[in-house]
Every structure is written in C-alpha cells, then in structure tokens.
C-alpha cells in the first residue's frame, strides 16, 4: 500500500518567516495530494490540495508543489502568522479516480508553531 | 445541515469492555471512514465504507467492528476494549466515490481512553 513519510514533525519559525514542510509518496499511482490543517482540539480541514497534472498551486499564503518524478510534494507558507500554528497533514490517494474509493493514507503530522 | 456528528465527544472505558461510536452525516454521502489519531502517527484508517451495505477493512482494522445500515449512519463498534485503543477517532465522510472529487470532511472527534 501506499507510505507516505513528512518532514519535519516540529518547525518554529517567527511571524513573517516562511514555513515550509515536505512530503514523499512511494505509490507511483497516487494523484490526489490534500493537505490538512488541524487546531488544538479541533478536526482536520482541507486548506489546499494538488493533482498529479499540476506542478503548483497557490491559495493566497500557501502553495503546493509537487514533483511526479521524485515523488513529493510540499506545502509552502509565507509570511506566516501566529494562527498560523497547528498541526498540518499531508495524505495522498493512490488509484484516486479508480476504484481504490479514496483510501487516503495520511502523513505523522508536522506541528508548526509561529512566534509572535 | 449539521455536517458529521459525532457522539460521545468523550468516554472512559475499563479494559474489556465494548462501546460504540457513532457517526451520523445528514449530507447524503456515500462514502463514510473512520480514523484514529494517535501522536507521532497522523490519522490511520480504520473501516470505511461506500454505501448502505457496503464496508471494508482499512489499515488498521483489528478490534473494531462496522456496519452501515442506513446512508446517513457508520457506527465504530470495540469489541473488548485494550489500552492500546486509546485513541482520538474522526469519522469522516465524503459526496461521490472517485477519491479526490470532493472534500472529506471530518467530525469533530470522539477522545477514547481504557484503562
């Protein structure tokens, strides 16, 4: 099945710095890549998500990239801000479109916190 | 529209015993999971499920049990809870079956702890 590694499980940056956290896949079918943002006892939501026939995409502050060949894919935060902080997942979906049903396999999670 | 709820927000168990989560969606979705969230090792998949009398094992499947009867409900059901089911449970649900067309959509957790 599909594995899918993130790094780094914490990062701290200062308002202002740009945050970036990564993620490899091992399943070469994989085409759908979200990424979710938790907060401290809330559920994870959907704050961006990338296909396998895009190389980027940006919503405001975040961006994802993502490279087929090595694949990974990141998610990039600039001029971060302090509600910023959470903990941020990335999953992928092998086969997504076929029949695999969307058996999205999840990341371990990076905690990001922003300094005021 | 209530989105996925989920019931008991909270719940202590004694090693052994059985309990069920529940999950309700009032957004007609076909597709229903469950998930436990444990540090250090993000959200795994427990069961899930495509439609009323349709489920299937996810990775990790042992100790728990599902059924889906009806569109709107996918229950989380332990068996004889050990230690190692303390655990955050998300049931998620999403519109269509082709993964990625839609959002999935989280509950809002039920935290589980056995004793």
């Known amino acids: 099945g599909e594995n899918v590694e993130q790094h780094p499980s914490t990062l701290s940056v200062q308002e202002g710095d740009s945050a970036v956290i990564k993620c490899t896949y091992s399943d070469s079918a994989s085409n759908y890549f979200p990424w979710y943002k938790q907060e401290l006892g809330k559920r994870p939501q959907l704050i961006i998500d990338?296909?396998?026939?895009?190389g980027e995409k940006k919503d405001q502050r975040i961006a994802v990239t993502l490279n087929k060949t090595a694949k990974h894919f990141s998610l990039h935060i600039t001029e971060t801000q302090p509600e910023d902080s959470a903990v941020y997942f990335c999953?992928?979906?092998?086969?997504?479109?076929?029949?695999?049903?969307?058996?999205?396999?999840f990341g371990q999670g990076t905690i990001l916190t922003v300094h005021p | 529209n209530a989105g996925v709820t989920q019931t008991p927000k909270f719940q202590v168990l004694k090693t052994g015993q059985s309990m069920t989560l529940q999950c309700a969606q009032d957004m007609n979705h076909e597709y229903m999971s469950w998930y436990r969230q444990d540090p250090g090792m993000g959200l795994r998949l427990i069961h899930y499920?495509?439609?009323?009398?349709?489920?299937d094992q996810g990775e990790v499947p042992n100790g728990y049990n599902v059924s889906r009867s009806t569109t709107e409900d996918f229950p989380l059901r332990l068996l004889s809870a050990a230690p190692s089911q303390t655990s955050v449970y998300f049931c998620a649900s999403r519109s269509g079956l082709i993964a990625g067309a839609n959002v999935l959509t989280f509950g809002a957790g039920s935290r589980l702890t056995v004793l």
């Open positions: 990338i296909r396998s026939n895009v």
């Open positions: 499920s495509v439609g009323a009398g349709i489920t």
């Open positions: 999953a992928a979906i092998p086969n997504a479109g076929g029949t695999s049903y969307g058996k999205l396999t």
